[in-house]
């Protein structure tokens, strides 16, 4: 398996060069991300956006998966094909990118990587950005066997107890002490928190892979319990996948429909900075 992370000296040595996706987005500025990329982005990029691009309009939490098809069929026109090596970036040291480099492996596009420190880090290097537009010819991206796991919020509730579950939001919204968005502030019981800032440098590169294998062996991944990620609304949960493949830890479940899903729907909920344990 590829490091799913590159850094700015990798993609500029790359060859052929990879289709560059810019997929920035900002909680409660729905427009932002694109002002942005009109703005300034990487030269060659594609805008790539959550809600749009990444979301089904109908499902489980705030940003359901789209079903594997549709996203290749999203995905095809915009110029993103089945013989590209992709490369996706943020300014938020890769939280949002990492939904697009769990979503092309879920439909079996293994060749994706996440550029290490965003346009942050190209920028910091001397690299130009640019304001033109450019459109990648549309081409097909074929659904193929899948590299991820998923699990839904009926099978989750009913595991609860056996499996070792990360929470990647921060830690006053796992606490319960804050809920920006949610209708209920908590967290999933058993769950432990683990944040996605921790999972990266204080220039918001990611830590090596020592170091995130250290970070997640002591939250129990690769132990005797099967891991499952969560977050928000299945965006930065991928973040903390990634950063476990990274790690050369064994892949995780993702509960796409993470705590907008749990929490509306009347699910367990634990306050408090201890994990708890399930009523039943």
């Given at each position: 398996?590829?490091?799913?992370?590159?850094?700015?000296?990798?993609?500029?040595?790359?060859?052929?060069?990879?289709?560059?996706?810019?997929?920035?987005?900002?909680?409660?500025?729905?427009?932002?991300?694109?002002?942005?990329?009109?703005?300034?982005?990487?030269?060659?990029?594609?805008?790539?956006?959550?809600?749009?691009?990444?979301?089904?309009?109908?499902?489980?939490?705030?940003?359901?998966?789209?079903?594997?098809?549709?996203?290749?069929?999203?995905?095809?026109?915009?110029?993103?094909?089945?013989?590209?090596?992709?490369?996706?970036?943020?300014?938020?040291?890769?939280?949002?990118?990492?939904?697009?480099?769990?979503?092309?492996?879920?439909?079996?596009?293994?060749?994706?990587?996440?550029?290490?420190?965003?346009?942050?880090?190209?920028?910091?290097?001397?690299?130009?950005?640019?304001?033109?537009?450019?459109?990648?010819?549309?081409?097909?991206?074929?659904?193929?066997?899948?590299?991820?796991?998923?699990?839904?919020?009926?099978?989750?509730?009913?595991?609860?107890?056996?499996?070792?579950l990360l929470d990647a939001r921060a830690?006053?919204?796992?606490?319960?002490?804050?809920?920006?968005?949610?209708?209920?502030?908590?967290?999933?019981?058993?769950?432990?928190?683990?944040?996605?800032?921790?999972?990266?440098?204080?220039?918001?590169?990611?830590?090596?892979?020592?170091?995130?294998?250290?970070?997640?062996?002591?939250?129990?991944?690769?132990?005797?319990?099967?891991?499952?990620?969560?977050?928000?609304?299945?965006?930065?949960?991928?973040?903390?996948?990634?950063?476990?493949?990274?790690?050369?830890?064994?892949?995780?479940?993702?509960?796409?429909?993470?705590?907008?899903?749990w929490g509306s729907s009347g699910g367990?909920?634990?306050?408090?900075?201890?994990?708890?344990?399930?009523?039943?």
């Amino acid at each position: 398996m590829i490091d799913p992370v590159i850094s700015v000296a990798e993609l500029l040595e790359a060859e052929p060069a990879p289709a560059l996706a810019d997929v920035r987005w900002y909680l409660g500025e729905p427009d932002r991300g694109l002002a942005e990329f009109e703005s300034a982005h990487i030269p060659g990029a594609i805008y790539i956006d959550l809600d749009t691009h990444l979301s089904a309009t109908h499902g489980p939490g705030r940003h359901p998966l789209p079903t594997r098809q549709e996203f290749a069929s999203t995905m095809g026109p915009l110029g993103f094909g089945d013989a590209d090596l992709i490369v996706a970036y943020d300014d938020r040291g890769g939280e949002i990118a990492a939904r697009l480099w769990w979503m092309l492996r879920d439909i079996g596009h293994g060749q994706v990587r996440v550029l290490d420190g965003g346009i942050t880090a190209w920028q910091a290097a001397g690299q130009d950005v640019t304001s033109a537009s450019i459109a990648r010819p549309a081409t097909t991206m074929t659904v193929r066997q899948s590299e991820t796991r998923r699990t839904d919020r009926a099978d989750l509730g009913a595991q609860l107890g056996t499996l070792n579950l990360l929470d990647a939001r921060a830690p006053e919204r796992y606490r319960g002490d804050e809920e920006p968005i949610d209708p209920v502030a908590g967290h999933i019981p058993t769950a432990l928190s683990a944040s996605t800032t921790d999972n990266l440098n204080p220039d918001e590169t990611f830590l090596g892979a020592q170091d995130l294998r250290e970070r997640y062996t002591a939250l129990g991944v690769g132990g005797d319990q099967d891991t499952v990620v969560y977050c928000g609304s299945g965006v930065t949960a991928c973040h903390n996948a990634l950063a476990i493949v990274r790690a050369g830890l064994p892949e995780p479940t993702l509960y796409p429909g993470s705590w907008s899903d749990w929490g509306s729907s009347g699910g367990e909920v634990a306050t408090g900075s201890e994990p708890g344990s399930p009523e039943s």
